[in-house]
């Protein structure tokens, strides 16, 4: 009886230490990055891969990659492409590391820095989920750097300084998305 009972505050202890840790990441991860994880959404994932092809060689950047969701849904579909998330947040980048340890692609990446610092010239296609304010100060950035013919696509928040090339509303309903398809023009106005 005496071994059961120590057994039993032994897995409790376990389960509260693990609890105590799980927690202590996410807060940490919130309040380094300021962005809360919200992973995308299944439509999305299914969705993006359509509006979004990418062609042997291609280069798709995920900013703000979170759990590594759409990076995977993309190397899934491209698999002759690479694609690379950038993730700042320590607790959604453990998160995207373990997806990726579980289920490894060979043409998927995540890296954990900050996405206004990371090298991305490379890129032919560019994803963004992030919140609005944020969307304002990293696409003029973006929009000069990038290469033209480069696409860019926003998750629910349209960039203000340029007209979309394509606006797809997906998933009607109370919990609807729409996707903003942005091209880099030739010349960017400074």
Known sequence: M??????????????????????????VSLLKSRIPLVPARDVVLETLPILMPLSPGSHFYDL?????RVVSAM??????SVCIGIETGPYPYLISRWRSFLNPLPNATIRYTDFYKA???DATH??????????QKLMPRL???????????SCD????GQEPL???????????????????PEEYPL
């Open 2 to 27: 005496i071994i059961f009972i120590f057994l039993l505050f032994l897995a409790s202890l376990t389960i509260a230490i693990g609890v105590f840790l799980y927690l202590s990441i996410f807060v």
């Open 64 to 68: 703000g990659a979170g759990d590594g």
């Open 75 to 80: 190397a899934k579909a491209y698999p002759e």
């Open 119 to 121: 090298s991305i010239q």
């Open 126 to 135: 560019v994803y963004l989920y992030l919140f609005p304010k944020v969307i």
């Open 143 to 153: 929009l000069k750097t990038l290469v033209p013919g480069t696409h860019i696509i």
């Open 157 to 160: 928040y349209p960039y203000v």
């Open 166 to 184: 394509k606006v797809m509303s997906i998933s009607p309903g109370p919990l609807c998305h729409t996707l903003y398809l942005y091209e880099v």
